[in-house]
């Protein structure tokens, strides 16, 4: 905001009025709703029997960047279980980070709490934003080598990038238990520094944040501002059921036609549809697009019968595409957390700003301040594994799509994994045993017990692992979906989300996975105009 001069407003009554103008537009610079977001309604009869050019399926971080990038061109229903973000303190305010996790129900909170068949406790969004709006906003771009595997454009992942930072990331400032941690990462050998940096480089390094220097967060549901808000609307508190199939055209093509939905809250079981727009010229079709997440998008193709047809016979599910690899291959970067002070404590909840990539890329440490309820927390570093070899499986539960599938990522199952764990163990004993975090929490340098020998670190990862909430996998490329994301066997429908993700990004995924909307919203665009010059 530019500085004013004073010496235009001489009178008392004009300094009044200035002074109501100011905080007026303050006012309005902190309602972040409103500033061009696309309308949003929680009726289902608003949507009930309408068409679009194009259905998302999840409006959380791929889904809304990918929403607003075919806003440009098209008309796009997107559909999310959740509600909205603003104006929710547990989402939007930084102090308040890690409570959506404590405070969860079984319909309508933030976050919808699952144990995995492992044993281990989890959570996913459940909000328009998705899990950017829920996680500790830890923003750092993908290596490059994943890039590479991938085999996407690298100056349009790079030009992708860019467009979501120039929205939602920003420089943090540090804490000082951030700038406890830095020291000790350096200090247990994380090196070089390398400052503040997006990139995923070797050493210890300050990330980017999608919270702002007020300490508000900025979820990728803040990219739809940079949509057509004419083109979109955006359904809340509403669950997709299955999708629409036709197998019954000509040419025994099957085709998606649209979406059934039901409310998220389960006080109407009447059952809802929305459909694709049909054109004349079938290259002209839009599709639905699944961007429902690791666990909602291979659990939408189940309950649309996509899927195995062993496991779609048990719940009576007709097969319209035999798909076997829906479900598979299903990872969780396992983690190991480490208290770094014993005794509860009131600390303020900190999200992580500082990370340390180490061991040629296989191990990522941070450190932050969890609450464990709304009057006391815990002070942690925290490590995982970030490639891991051990693969687990999705399936379904029930056919009611608000509940939660059953999936066990088998952590550390490999050998090579809990290898790997013994050797993370001992990185983050470095670390809690370094000065910088020793006299933070005036515990004499070296005192930190260590363990004795391997086969207790051993016990401790088997014990101890947790989740780092980056699970991925389900909806694998080459095995569900092709190169452009299609659903191998039907046409119109796509998955654009970690599902797809044959491994981990490496670091964080939110940035790429925000990415990865955004980019294929732009490749899908360019895609209908190659095919609109060569069928006018």
Request: overall charge positive.
């Amino acid at each position: 905001m530019e500085t004013l001069n004073m010496k235009f407003l001489p009178t008392v009554h004009s300094r009044k009025v200035l002074t109501t103008f100011i905080w007026l537009l303050i006012l309005n610079l902190s309602l972040h709703q409103g500033n061009g977001l696309p309308y949003m309604t929680s009726d289902v009869q608003q949507v009930s029997g309408k068409s679009f050019d194009y259905i998302i399926v999840g409006g959380g971080t791929a889904g809304c960047p990918l929403a607003a990038t075919l806003s440009e061109k098209f008309t796009v229903l997107l559909v999310e279980r959740g509600g909205s973000p603003y104006g929710n303190p547990l989402v939007i305010e930084k102090k308040k980070y890690g409570f959506s996790l404590i405070q969860t129900d079984e319909f309508s909170s933030v976050a919808q709490s699952f144990i995995s068949k492992d044993g281990v406790s989890n959570h996913r969004g459940r909000v328009l934003g998705g899990s950017s709006a829920i996680n500790g906003g830890f923003y750092s771009r993908a290596s490059e080598d994943f890039v590479k595997k991938a085999g996407w454009d690298e100056e349009l992942v790079k030009e992708a990038y860019r467009w979501v930072e120039s929205r939602v990331v920003f420089t943090p400032q540090l804490t000082p238990w951030q700038t406890v941690a830095k020291f000790g990462f350096l200090e247990a050998g994380i090196q070089p520094y390398n400052g503040f940096s997006l990139e995923h480089i070797e050493g210890t390094k300050v990330g980017g944040t999608v919270f702002d220097e007020r300490g508000k967060r900025h979820t990728s549901a803040d990219l739809l501002e940079a949509g057509n808000p004419k083109n979109i609307i955006v359904l809340l508190n509403t669950t997709v059921k299955n999708i629409i199939i036709d197998t019954n055209r000509k040419g025994n093509e099957t085709r998606v036609r649209g979406i059934r939905f039901i409310k998220s809250d389960g006080s109407s079981s009447k059952i809802h549809d929305a459909y694709l727009n049909q054109p004349k010229n079938s290259s002209r079709w839009g599709d639905v697009i699944l961007s429902a997440g690791a666990l909602g998008s291979p659990q939408t193709l189940l309950l649309s019968g996509i899927g195995s047809h062993e496991h779609l016979k048990k719940f009576n599910i007709s097969v319209n595409v035999g798909l076997e690899g829906v479900g598979d291959g299903m990872q969780d970067n396992p983690g190991i957390p480490v208290l770094a002070d014993t005794m509860p404590a009131k600390r303020q909840p900190d999200a992580p700003s500082v990370v340390g990539i180490t061991d040629d890329f296989r191990f990522i440490i941070q450190a932050l301040v969890l609450p464990t309820s709304f009057n006391a927390s815990i002070t942690l570093i925290v490590a995982k594994i970030a490639i891991p070899a051990s693969k687990g499986k999705l399936e379904l539960n029930s056919t009611d799509p608000r509940q939660n599938p059953s999936v066990i990522f088998n952590y550390l199952a490999d050998e090579k994994d809990l290898e790997e764990c013994v050797k993370m163990v001992q990185l983050i004993e470095r670390v809690a045993k370094s000065e910088s975090v020793s006299l933070f929490m005036g515990i004499a340098p070296n005192n930190t017990k260590s363990m004795s020998s391997a086969d207790q670190r051993r016990k401790l990862c088997k014990s101890s692992v947790r989740t780092y909430y980056h699970y991925h996998g389900g909806c694998r490329i080459g095995s569900v979906v092709d190169k452009d994301y299609r659903v191998y066997g039907v046409k119109g429908l796509r998955v654009i989300d970690g599902s797809t993700f044959e491994e981990s990004p490496g670091t964080n995924p939110m940035a790429t996975v925000m990415m990865l909307g955004r980019y294929q919203g732009i490749k899908m665009l360019q895609e209908r105009k190659d095919d609109s010059q060569q069928h006018p």
